[in-house]
């Protein structure tokens, strides 16, 4: 693999970091270096730009790379990685391979199955596979783009329902025009064609939740409107499909606190509504409620019964009914409802309003839930870690039994935002860039093409992350630093060794210590003898039980040797020279450090002897800085280019975060100016030469 394709891999962002090991670079800085790190403005742009098959994503930040052949190592705080779906997938009920489509490069919010094995999404979203499209989009059961169907809201949709007989599919949103017409909000279009209908309730504001009654004569809509379908009605309202008139139904929500869920009784004689509302219906109901579907939207005393009854301690943000109409199912946030201590998701007799003994107990909020037409399992969706006493990462299905999480297992690496079951998938959506992804914490490992590998040494512990690695200079072994307390189940303190063919963890176990003990830098390689190092740099004060302030070198045993540069602070980045048989001849090192060996001579880098750890003797031009930190460090050939936090290199303007310097003598070259507008946290060199 090449440098460029390297690089690539080195990119950092926040929630969700995705990389695409194949892919050329986004931008180079200089002919052979490339600059990554978490610039101004970069995170949305970076998440923005697009992604194809083959690209990897885990469901947190990674920190550190290695490659070797064919195999690319990551390191970071993740506990799930896996391939990019874009914001939605169709997983198979049973689980398994994910059916190939075009990835949706945004938020998805609503979803809908076609009844043909496709399935229509909506969002905040441009492009799908590479097909420009914006908001909303068909995709065919071939698993492609329907490039006819191109509506293209003005906005985000937040909502969908198809009509019973497949020809009609309703959309809510903040848009103001789609599909070439002027539809405020919500529409009604062909489903084969995704041409406007004249069906115009023309809402004042958004329109965020769609419920089609079973007979489909009535479309139920939730949203932050005051008028719709040609009448005054706050939030909630009955629209007829003929005509898109409001209906006499009017429960009229309280104006403090919305309705954000709506469900309906399989025989469509009661409407399910939750949220953050105090009333609805003419009576002081809270935040869930079952009000008649004909009349004019009052509670009746059972109702107002049932409401009392099932009234949670939090808001409702989803809600389901069982196929025999028996149960409702009601998540959001909340510790109790139906009368019984229950954690963001519970199970409420549609009779009484009291709970059941379905309990999940997830670890966070769900957002969506859908179930299947056999009445089980439960599909939820959301924020959570863990749901019916298994670990799950926002998504799970759940026995309608006893609640427990069934062998479906397509974690994700985002909110969960809309859930749809047919026959044979369940539609998968939210504010995610991966589903299907596999347990990995801390580490893992993946082909040049994008392909995750089993390897899984299983990073835990302190606050479990994995911030530097390095190989041994035959490649068999991989270096771990960062900050655990265990991995492979072996007790480690923040450094381990790991056998890059089996995963398993070896016996090298220096450790370090001192209060937030962690490793930011490892690089390996040979000293004179040819006996394999490697060098250890971070935030410590003991290294293998030895007192040694953030930097030193360790053997192959675990064994600190006598090399100590006496830095006076934390270390961040190391890069190696070596002479023709492998020997390492320089040790680089970049941080935040203001001395070394007792000067001030030197600071935030600094180019070390390998056997007396005093400052190289040819380094006499060293390089004055303004600002603070060197967080990277890349070498190529005469030069070492340095990326950090710095505002200037030797007062020169628009030397700052990046700068270039000649490697036998630290000068700084005043030419190399590529300034960019944050912060560089990793770079690397183009092995080809370009």
């Not at 279009?189 to 041409?195: F, H, N, P, Q, R």
């Not at 579907?293 to 949670?312: E, L, V």
Request: charged share 5%.
């Amino acid at each position: 693999m090449s440098g460029r394709q390297y690089a690539r891999t080195l990119l950092r962002q926040r929630a969700g970091t995705w990389f695409e090991p194949l892919l050329g670079l986004v931008g180079i800085a200089a002919a052979c270096v490339v600059a990554l790190g978490l610039l101004a403005g970069s995170a949305s742009a970076i998440s923005n730009l697009p992604k194809t098959s083959g690209a990897i994503v885990v469901n947190g930040t990674v920190n550190a790379v290695v490659t070797s052949g064919s195999t690319i190592v990551f390191g970071g705080a993740f506990t799930a990685a896996g391939p990019y779906t874009g914001g939605f997938a169709s997983v198979p009920l049973a689980g398994g391979t994910l059916a190939s489509l075009p990835a949706i490069n945004g938020t998805v919010n609503a979803v809908a199955s076609d009844g043909s094995g496709g399935w229509y999404v909506g969002g905040s979203f441009t492009a799908a596979g590479s097909s420009s499209v914006t908001n909303l989009v068909h995709l065919t059961s071939g698993g492609g783009v329907d490039t006819a169907w191109n509506p293209a809201p003005d906005g985000q949709v937040d909502a969908l329902a198809l009509s019973s007989d497949k020809t009609t599919l309703y959309v809510g949103g903040a848009f103001a025009t789609i599909g070439g017409a002027t539809r405020n909000h919500i529409a009604a279009l062909t489903a084969s064609s995704g041409a406007v209908t004249v069906w115009n309730p023309n809402a004042d504001a958004t329109v965020t939740t769609l419920l089609l009654s079973p007979d489909g004569a009535t479309l139920y809509a939730a949203g932050s409107f005051t008028a719709i379908g040609g009448s005054s009605r706050a939030g909630l309202v009955a629209l007829a499909t003929s005509s898109g008139a409001a209906t006499a139904w009017n429960p009229n929500p309280s104006s403090t606190g919305t309705v954000s869920a709506l469900a309906v009784s399989p025989d469509g004689t009661t409407v399910y509504e939750g949220g953050s509302f105090t009333s609805i219906g003419g009576s002081a109901i809270s935040k869930l409620a079952a009000i008649p579907a004909s009349g004019s939207g009052t509670a009746t005393a059972a109702n107002i019964t049932w409401a009392t009854a099932a009234a949670p301690n939090g808001t409702v943000g989803a809600l389901a009914v069982s196929p025999n109409g028996a149960t409702v199912y009601a998540g959001g946030t909340f510790t109790s409802v139906g009368g019984q201590a229950r954690t963001d998701l519970g199970a409420i007799s549609a009779s009484t309003g009291s709970a059941t003994s379905w309990d999940p107990s997830p670890s966070d909020t769900v957002t969506a839930l859908a179930v299947s037409s056999t009445g089980s399992p439960i599909y939820a969706g959301g924020t959570f870690s863990t749901i019916g006493g298994k670990t799950r990462q926002d998504v799970a299905a759940l026995s309608a039994t006893d609640a427990t999480a069934t062998s479906w297992q397509e974690d994700t690496n985002g909110q969960v935002s809309a859930l749809a079951v047919t026959s044979t998938a369940v539609g998968v959506g939210g504010a995610l860039s991966g589903v299907g992804l596999q347990t990995r914490d801390g580490l893992a490992a993946i082909t040049t093409s994008g392909s995750l590998l089993d390897f899984n040494p299983d990073v835990t512990g302190g606050s479990a992350t994995v911030d530097a690695l390095a190989l041994s200079p035959d490649a068999s072994t991989l270096y771990v630093g960062g900050s655990f307390t265990s991995i492979g189940g072996q007790s480690r303190a923040s450094l381990a060794s790991v056998s890059l063919a089996t995963g398993l963890v070896g016996s090298w176990n220096p450790g370090v210590s001192g209060s937030g003990a962690t490793v930011n830098a490892l690089a390996s390689g040979k000293d004179a003898g040819g006996n394999v190092v490697v060098y250890v740099g971070g935030n410590f004060t003991k290294i293998a039980s030895t007192t040694q302030k953030d930097i030193g070198e360790i053997d192959s045993t675990g064994m600190l040797v006598s090399w100590n540069p006496n830095v006076n602070n934390v270390v961040n980045a190391f890069q190696l020279a070596t002479d023709s048989n492998g020997h390492v001849t320089t040790v680089y090192a970049g941080g935040q450090f203001s001395s070394v060996n007792g000067s001030t001579t030197y600071k935030y880098v600094a180019a070390l002897d390998p056997t007396s750890a005093s400052i190289s003797g040819t380094w006499t031009s060293r390089p004055a800085f303004t600002g603070s930190t060197v967080d990277a460090l890349a070498l190529s050939g005469s030069t070492l280019y340095i990326g950090g936090g710095f505002s200037k290199v030797n007062g020169v303007t628009n030397s700052g975060k990046i700068a270039a310097l000649t490697a036998s003598t630290g000068a700084a070259n005043a030419l190399w100016l590529p300034n960019p507008n944050g912060n560089v946290t990793a770079l690397a060199v183009s092995t080809d030469g370009s």
